[in-house]
């Protein structure tokens, strides 16, 4: 991240502000920015969990799976041309 900011964000410093403050507030926004997208992350991490683990949709995929593997079982058991 170091080599982010030191590269990158020194292009959209006006030229009239002081670098410091402007530098600190653009890694503030990106700190912010970040805070915000791993905490929509995890909430839809446990949205997701809570949905994967209904009985239902548990039992739907076993039953995926399971025809899968089985397909997959039987491609190598034909006999070949």
Same mark, same amino acid.
């Given at each position: 991240? %170091?080599?982010?900011?030191? !590269? /990158? $964000?020194?292009?959209? *410093? ?10 600190? +507030?653009?890694?503030? %926004?990106?700190?912010?920015? !970040? /805070? $915000?997208?791993?905490? *929509? ?10 949905? +994967? ?13 399971? *025809? ?14």
């Amino acid at each position: 991240m %170091g080599a982010f900011h030191v !590269s /990158v $964000l020194p292009q959209f *410093l006006p030229p009239d502000t002081s670098a410091l403050g402007m530098g600190a +507030l653009l890694a503030a %926004g990106h700190a912010g920015l !970040s /805070v $915000l997208w791993f905490t *929509l992350l995890i909430v839809g991490a446990v949205v997701v969990r809570r949905w +994967l683990q209904r009985p239902r949709v548990d039992r739907a995929i076993e039953g995926t799976t399971g *025809l899968v593997l089985i397909g997959l079982g039987l491609r190598p058991a034909r006999p070949s041309r």
